[in-house]
């Protein structure tokens, strides 16, 4: 047995929660069954229906996306609502709803909050710039990431933190006359204590939340329903793209900085596998998700895809898999003409999330490698009719679900949607997705 | 020089491109040729991407080279000819969406195959669209937005722009990640753009250019 396959029964097993009843353990182990089998490529009892609820349970159920950010009660009660309705294979519970108290107590810059910025009702959306100049950038961070992450970095993502950037270099801190004294005197400064002070109520609102979030998990769990998600990396890429040049900047860095971004998105591969593997590890599920933002078709070449995006995102997700568990990757946009490029990888190891992609070429390039999660378009599932939504779904079992290899999702996290139409992917495919 | 010019820029050599230009104005050439030849090797870049040979990097770069170049050569210009456009087009991302890079390439490609971009920035709320048509009286009207609150947005827009009585003036396309054939009737658009290459086809079309 490899690794991912122990992982994968370490999961189905169970072991450790307490079942409401026999009836739920027996869902449980089934449910889990499903979705390990459909990874590793083998025949499932029938396809799996795991939709991504992103703000869906929310809006789907009366309350604004700031309520369910702001109140962790009224979040736990929209989604185990939104359970109660659909029963699906895998149920994330309500972690897609930050934590909105500890992102204002760190005056976090990166997104815009529903309420803060972006109306109640919406989701919450991210703040794109140009964080850092190449300049700040990259002699720093591959000189020395962590110090480039504290002394530059979080300053600017959280307002909260701006005061770590009088720190000295804490690599250059070492005895009592060579700088331990002397590194501790910003912290007399009053901006310090404001800052420790907002630390300390961003700390606790976490902690808050992330008990509020295993406390619901373990509910779902003891219902009989699994969660497969075990932690969250990024490609290289994204992480550079993202977080600290901004799209703009990494695509110029592609002309303008080429063997830097391409030194920095190495330096970022070891960084990224530990990201995802910590969590997963930490809480035994098997799934790695990497969200991937700007590598498909119309935003860069395929040469560029080869040359600048697809072999440090390969050697996370080997990486990850090397540790016994399973890179998901949620190919955003369209991906048809490099589907052969991903190909590349270990049979039945990974879960391969597509947005827009042709299913048919999809099945026959990849349908002897990975399993294909989605690609019900969140167009359909918002505007579409029952029956519209079940004639994609029946295409998709039929043409990728052929033989095993298929989870049934939307491409992306949705939002808006009508209740009907969601109700319909998850029915159908559980009364046609049956093998 | 000019083919000098276009072909580092095309070939995206920055600091060619930039010195080039620079050398051009030192012997004298005429400002209106420097930022001639720039202009062909946009249109160039802009042709390279509607057949799939350029990219977002690309273009980036290209405007890039374009803001640096006519920063140089414009205080030299007494007064800019004024050019003849196909039409006039609004763009914007609608209402509670803030996302810009499809909208700003949609905008690249419009501007480089000779419409009058006026580009709204994100977030637009309905009541700036209307006025704005008023004031500019665009013939096409460009809806941008990636998250499904968009489709509301744009069909909120879209009938406060009827409501005004204008929605006879203007020709409405919709584009973005989550837009499709199925959201443009929801919306009650006129057409939807899977790409920058189909705004462009569309704003030709609807402006009798094609």
Redesign the interface.
């Known amino acids: 047995m490899n690794q991912v396959q122990e992982t994968l029964e370490r999961w189905c097993a169970a072991d450790g929660i307490e079942f409401v009843s026999a009836d739920a353990e027996q869902a449980y182990k089934a449910r889990a069954r499903r979705i390990a089998d459909a990874i590793q490529l083998k025949v499932p009892d029938r396809v799996p229906i795991v939709p991504s609820f992103g703000m869906f349970p929310a809006i789907d159920n009366g309350f604004t996306c700031q309520e369910v950010m702001f109140d962790y009660g009224k979040a736990q009660q929209a989604w185990m609502k939104t359970l109660a309705d659909f029963e699906p294979d895998a149920f994330r519970g309500s972690s897609y709803a930050f934590s909105g108290p500890a992102l204002k107590a760190l005056d976090y810059k990166l997104l815009k909050l529903p309420g803060h910025g972006v109306p109640a009702e919406t989701v919450y959306q991210f703040n794109e710039s140009e964080f850092v100049s190449a300049e700040e950038f990259y002699d720093p961070f591959l000189d020395d990431p962590t110090d480039f992450m504290l002394r530059t970095y979080l300053p600017i993502a959280c307002g909260a933190l701006a005061p770590l950037k009088q720190l000295r270099p804490i690599r250059e801190v070492f005895g009592y006359y060579l700088g331990t004294i002397t590194s501790v005197i910003p912290f007399a400064m009053p901006e310090f204590a404001g800052m420790l002070e907002a630390v300390q109520k961003a700390g606790a609102e976490a902690l808050k939340w992330a008990g509020h979030l295993a406390q619901e998990e373990q509910q779902i769990a003891a219902m009989g329903f699994p969660n497969s998600y075990g932690g969250g990396s990024a490609a290289p890429f994204d992480l550079i793209g993202d977080w600290f040049r901004g799209t703009r900047g990494v695509m110029l860095d592609m002309y303008r900085h080429p063997d830097k971004l391409l030194a920095a998105l190495e330096r970022l591969v070891p960084i990224s596998i530990k990201m995802g593997v910590d969590g997963a590890k930490m809480s035994g599920k098997p799934v790695v998700g990497l969200m991937l933002h700007k590598g498909p078709e119309g935003f860069m070449s395929l040469e560029q895809f080869k040359t600048f995006y697809w072999p440090t995102l390969r050697k996370v997700m080997m990486g990850i898999i090397e540790e016994g568990l399973v890179p998901m990757p949620l190919y955003e946009g369209r991906y048809t003409d490099r589907l052969e490029i991903i190909k590349d990888i270990p049979r039945g190891k990974a879960l391969y999330w597509f947005e827009t992609v042709d299913i048919h070429k999809a099945k026959k390039v990849l349908g002897d490698t990975v399993c294909f999660r989605g690609n019900v378009p969140v167009s359909l599932l918002y505007t579409g009719s029952v029956q519209r939504v079940k004639n994609y779904v029946k295409e998709l079992i039929d043409v990728v679900g052929e033989g095993g290899g298929l989870m049934v999702d939307c491409g992306i996290w949705f939002d808006e949607a009508k209740h009907e139409n969601v109700k319909a992917m998850v029915d159908f495919t559980k009364e046609y997705g049956v093998y | 020089m000019s083919q000098n010019l276009i072909d580092a820029f095309m070939d995206?050599r920055?600091e060619d491109a930039l010195r080039i230009a620079n050398e051009m104005l030192d012997r004298g050439t005429d400002p209106m040729e420097v930022l001639e030849a720039c202009k062909q090797a946009m249109e160039g870049i802009g042709q390279r991407f509607e057949c799939g040979?350029?990219?977002?990097?690309e273009l980036?770069?290209a405007s890039?080279m374009m803001g640096q170049i006519s920063a140089v050569v414009k205080p030299r210009i007494k007064s800019e000819a004024s050019t003849e456009h196909l039409g006039k087009v609004l763009i914007g991302t609608v209402t509670?969406?803030?996302?810009?890079?499809g909208k700003d390439i949609v905008a690249f490609m419009l501007d480089v195959n000779g419409f009058d971009v006026y580009d709204l920035g994100v977030?637009v709320p309905v009541q700036t669209f209307v006025d704005k048509i008023q004031e500019l009286k665009p013939n096409v009207v460009g809806l941008s937005g990636l998250?499904?609150?968009a489709?509301?947005s744009m069909k909120n827009t879209v009938q406060a722009i009827s409501e005004a009585g204008l929605r006879d003036q203007v020709k409405i396309m919709i584009g973005g990640?989550?837009?499709?054939e199925?959201?443009k009737?929801?919306v009650g658009a006129d057409a939807y753009g899977p790409?920058a290459v189909a705004a462009v086809s569309l704003s030709k079309q609807w402006v009798g250019a094609d």
């Open positions: 995206m920055e040979d350029a990219f977002v990097p980036i770069m890039e509670g969406d803030i996302h810009d890079i977030d998250l499904t609150l489709f509301d990640a989550t837009m499709d199925q959201v009737e929801y790409d």
